[in-house]
């Protein structure tokens, strides 16, 4: 298997405000990582993939500007939700991966509230 | 058509009994074959992956492909109240360079003690 961190595990923030969640692959090299939201008894939604040291790749209808991924190196990618607003709210997850690696291991999640 | 079907149940059952969960799927190009477990408000747990058709087992659980007609399994025998959770399974596709994973709606359980 692989491990894969997620912090913070939890935020409340106010609307407008900006939010930062990390995600790390404790014990392999992820060349790619991934950005999933899911809301309440529904499947995960792909958000975006990125790959270390290029751009995120934006899964239709996400909004680029909104949610900005960097993935500045093999371990560590960050999802920054901007000025973020009450319909943000939502349980995040990242996972994570390598081309040695034929699936994605998943971090625990971030749930975020907007108030 | 959905890329893969999974009923969502919810499934509900005493404990010990043998849980069959399955999903359907589209494309035969698919190559890699997934569950995973979700505990409600913690991120998925892959359980079993597998990418040929025929039977892997791993302790009380058994994954199942039959590639000839499209259609995914997985079985708990002895089941326990700690095997209740959402199962999901998955598919591996290409997009461009990056594997990306298409999703099942998840089943629900319940193991009833």
């Known amino acids: 298997g692989a491990v894969v961190s997620q912090h913070p595990s939890w935020v409340i923030c106010k609307s407008g405000t900006s939010v930062k969640i990390e995600c790390r692959s404790l014990d392999f090299q992820a060349t790619t990582m991934f950005w999933y939201r899911q809301f309440p008894k529904q499947s995960l939604m792909l958000m975006a993939t990125s790959n270390e040291g290029s751009k995120a790749t934006y899964e239709q209808g996400v909004e680029k500007d909104k949610f900005l991924i960097n993935h500045a190196s093999l371990t560590l990618s960050t999802l920054t939700v901007t000025s973020a607003h009450p319909e943000d709210s939502s349980f995040y997850i990242c996972?994570?991966?390598?081309?040695?690696?034929?699936?994605?291991?998943f971090g625990p999640g971030t749930r975020l509230l907007v108030l | 058509q959905k890329e893969v079907e999974q009923d969502p149940g919810p499934l509900s059952v005493p404990e010990g009994a043998i849980v069959s969960l399955n999903c359907t799927y589209s494309?035969?190009?698919?190559?890699?074959f997934m569950w995973y477990r979700q505990y409600s408000r913690k991120g998925p747990e892959l359980l079993m992956y597998t990418y040929s058709s025929g039977n892997k087992e791993d302790g009380r659980f058994t994954a199942q492909v039959d590639k000839s007609s499209k259609y995914i399994s997985l079985f708990i025998r002895d089941s326990q109240p700690s095997d209740s959770a959402t199962y999901l399974c998955?598919?591996?596709?290409?997009?461009?360079?990056?594997?990306?994973?298409?999703w099942g709606l998840g089943t629900s359980l319940a193991v009833n003690p």
């Open positions: 998955a598919v591996t596709t290409y997009a461009g360079n990056n594997r990306k994973l298409i």
């Open positions: 996972s994570a991966s390598s081309l040695a690696k034929e699936t994605q291991y």
């Open positions: 494309n035969s190009a698919f190559q890699y």
